[in-house]
C-alpha cells in the first residue's frame, strides 16, 4: 500500500460536530460535555470560524480557579477556558497522516478543515475504525524475509518431506 493508497481522513471523521461558542456559559459545556459523553468540542465564533478548543483538561481547571484566587469564582464562559492554540488538519490528509499527528503530537482529536471552515474531527478511535476496515489490504512483510521464501524449520520437519 503506498502513501496515496490510504483513505481521506473524511471517510472517518465525525461531521455532526457539538460545537460551543466563546459566550458560552462554562457549566452549560461541561453539562452537555457530560451528557453527549465527549471528550472535548470545537468553539466557533459567530462567523463559523474556529477560534479554540475546549477539552475536559480545560473544564478541570474551572474547579481550580476559585481556590486560587481566594473568592468566589465567577463560573465564566468557554472562551475564558478554551484552548485558543489549535492543531488542525486539512480534508485533504489521508488517516496515515492523522495516525501520525497523533502518534507524535499526543493528540486525541483533530478538527478537520477545509478552506479555512471546520468541516469535521477524526479521533484516534475513528483511525482504529480505518485500520479495522482496511486490515486484509495492508500487508506489512518484515525486512529481513524479502526475497527469499519461508522455509520450514528443520526440527519441524519430519521424514516424510522429503529432505534426507
Excluded at 35 to 42: D, L, N, Q, V, W
Excluded at 127 to 152: C, E, F
Aim: with cysteine; net charge positive.
Amino acid at each position: 500500500m503506498s502513501m496515496s493508497d490510504y483513505p481521506s481522513i473524511t471517510q472517518f471523521m465525525a461531521t455532526r460536530l457539538i460545537t460551543f461558542k466563546p459566550d458560552t456559559p462554562i457549566n452549560k459545556a461541561i453539562d452537555t460535555i457530560v451528557k453527549k459523553k465527549i471528550s472535548g468540542a470545537p468553539v466557533l465564533d459567530d462567523n463559523g470560524q474556529l477560534v479554540g478548543m475546549l477539552s475536559e483538561v480545560d473544564c478541570l481547571k474551572t474547579l481550580l480557579e476559585g481556590p486560587y484566587n481566594k473568592e468566589p469564582s465567577q463560573p465564566g464562559n468557554v472562551g475564558d477556558f478554551m484552548s485558543r492554540s489549535v492543531k488542525t488538519i486539512s480534508s485533504g490528509k489521508t488517516i496515515l497522516d492523522a495516525a501520525y499527528e497523533f502518534v507524535h503530537a499526543g493528540f486525541k482529536r483533530l478538527p478537520v478543515i477545509e478552506n479555512g471552515k471546520l468541516i469535521g474531527q477524526i479521533s484516534r478511535s475513528d483511525i482504529l475504525r480505518a485500520i479495522q476496515q482496511i486490515r486484509p489490504t495492508i500487508t506489512h512483510i518484515p525486512d529481513s524475509w524479502k526475497n527469499r521464501p519461508p522455509v520450514m524449520a528443520d526440527h519441524k520437519k519430519s521424514r516424510h518431506s522429503g529432505n534426507s
